[in-house]
């Protein structure tokens, strides 16, 4: 693998600069380039990695021998997931894992070179213009963060607290949790109707905004993801969820 790009970047839009060199190799590797890199990731081989260097290439290679590091390691391994995965799940997998390795190695050069918190705020937001690796390879490049927050908002009010209480309304396939209840005309005794409404169909708990929740397509229940085993991750793959009770009957059928 190739080290440290030379010169090593020092100030923030040369850190920005090697962030997007590493991002436009990354995502070849994930788009243009999928077949060659699909073929280099052998489940016989060792653990692999794959590396965005500096000068928008990529390569699949053995991690680094040294430890600590000299810069952090992406996501080791990707090779072996690759034959029990639908390939476009795994590409999914490999590209979130990317995005986190590529704000990684920004931020340790960040914190190595002594940026400041306005300096550190300035390269997270040069880099957060620009849409993720996921976004790219998935297609579904989002809305600037401030629109899409603003949009966020917007929806919550539309749905108001009905949609705890019918969570059905929801776009399943997302797998979304229910939305914090939002202040508006329709009264505290609605409110506190839907709150009561939301519970886990597994504990019975209610409905808690921290947590994630996921919604049986058959029954149209709402769970706790830590009740049924089912992690935010997870739940981006399944198109058609089926909670445990659910399933043992189609079983039994």
């Not at 034959?83 to 590209?95: F, H, I, R, T, Y």
């Amino acid at each position: 693998m190739e080290g440290i790009p030379h010169p090593i970047p020092r100030t923030v839009e040369e850190v920005f600069g090697d962030f997007k060199g590493r991002r436009a190799g990354l995502i070849k590797a994930l788009t243009t380039d999928v077949e060659k890199f699909y073929q280099q990731c052998d489940p016989e081989k060792e653990n692999l990695c794959l590396y965005g260097l500096p000068n928008e290439t990529w390569e699949v290679n053995l991690p680094v021998e040294e430890v600590p590091p000299e810069l952090p390691e992406p996501a080791l391994g990707i090779n072996f997931a690759r034959d029990g995965m639908q390939e476009k799940d795994w590409l999914s997998l490999v590209a979130v894992h990317s995005d986190s390795w590529l704000l990684a190695v920004a931020f340790y050069f960040g914190a190595r070179f002594g940026f400041g918190k306005n300096e550190r705020k300035k390269l997270f937001q040069m880099i957060n213009e620009l849409p993720t690796i996921f976004e790219v390879v998935t297609g579904n490049v989002k809305q600037p963060k401030d629109q899409s927050a603003a949009t966020h908002n917007s929806g919550k009010s539309k749905s108001s607290g009905k949609q705890s209480r019918q969570p059905e309304h929801q776009n399943k396939a997302v797998k979304m949790s229910p939305p914090p209840k939002d202040e508006d005309d329709s009264g505290e005794e609605e409110e506190e109707d839907d709150e009561q409404g939301a519970t886990c169909g597994a504990c019975g708990d209610n409905y808690g905004t921290d947590e994630f929740w996921i919604c049986c397509d058959v029954c149209e229940k709402w769970f706790h993801g830590k009740c049924v085993k089912i992690t935010p991750a997870k739940a981006e793959h399944i198109k058609q969820y089926k909670c445990p009770s659910c399933s043992s009957k189609r079983a039994r059928v």
